[in-house]
């Protein structure tokens, strides 16, 4: 079970899908599902597209709803030259809590390295929002024995430099690229492993304090099914939930893990 200090953090990634008609149905219909005690005990985040963020950030604000407001990227600089982007001051004037940074999807389509992923980290937390670091390894990685060094290097990348107390308040998401979208998920142990080495590594590098305090979430085809028992480990304090996160069943019943554990 996660340790007290850190409330576990269940995130909603919708990808391109959804205009924000659709957005905002799907956050109505969560919203009769997920109770005040849910909220009590998990935060939920929501990271609709762009252009549906506004819609879902006027119904949170009107209706009071308690599920947080989330974005899939964004740029490193605060403005420019850069057609199509959008800077994280623009995210965070919409309310705008967490940011998913360094997706697999983003890194393997859209070339993003550790190098950007670093630079984004600094600018989303000069924004005041929380960066949800993404961080995982390739099939081919896995099974060359690489993924733990794969994984520690993408941690090591998007921490280095950063003073202890800005590393508590970061989540990374450990997601290996084979289970994202493909139905097959990491076995609870193996996740385990991965999510316990990366808190190793922070205490070896931040220290104690930033280790406990960090959020870890696992990511790749979860479902109602399988996260009572990925939250049932040790270090593993949330989910980055990709396809199961369009279902308002579905995705309630992610967020109710707690009523139905492993
Ligand atoms: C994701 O989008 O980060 C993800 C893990 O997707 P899925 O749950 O569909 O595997």
Redesign the pocket.
Same mark, same amino acid.
């Given at each position: 079970m996660s340790s007290d200090a850190r409330k576990p953090l269940i995130s909603g990634?919708w990808?391109m899908h959804l205009n924000h008609f659709e957005a905002i149905q799907l956050v109505q219909k969560l919203n009769y599902l997920v109770t005040k005690e849910d909220f009590d005990a998990v935060d939920v985040s929501l990271h609709p597209p762009f252009t549906d963020i506004r819609s879902v950030q006027t119904l949170i604000e009107a209706d009071e709803l308690r599920f947080l407001l989330g974005a899939q990227h964004c740029h490193f600089e605060e403005k420019g030259a850069f057609t199509g982007e959008v800077a994280p001051s623009m995210l965070a004037k919409l309310s705008v809590k967490y940011v998913i940074v360094g997706?697999s999807?983003r890194r393997e389509i859209f070339g993003e390295t550790d190098e950007m992923v670093a630079n984004k980290t600094t600018s989303i937390l000069k924004a005041a929002m929380t960066p949800i670091v993404?961080v995982g390894e390739t099939l081919e990685e896995r099974e060359a024995g690489s993924t733990e060094s794969k994984v520690i290097g993408q941690v090591r990348s998007a921490l280095a430099k950063r003073a202890p107390d800005t590393v508590s308040k970061l989540v990374i !998401?450990y997601?290996p690229i084979w !289970?994202?979208?493909?139905g097959r998920t990491a076995t609870a142990a193996d996740a385990q492993a991965v999510c316990g080495a990366i808190r190793g590594e922070v205490r070896a590098s931040h220290g104690n304090e930033a280790a406990r305090a960090l959020r870890i979430q696992y990511?790749?085809?979860?479902k109602a099914g399988n996260i009572a028992e990925l939250m049932a480990q040790p270090d593993i304090d949330g989910a980055?939930?990709?396809?199961?996160?369009l279902d308002p069943d579905e995705f309630a019943r992610i967020v109710k893990y707690r009523l139905h554990a492993a």
């Open positions: 990634n990808k997706h999807e993404c !998401a997601e !289970a994202i979208g493909t990511g790749g085809s979860v980055l939930v990709g396809g199961a996160s």
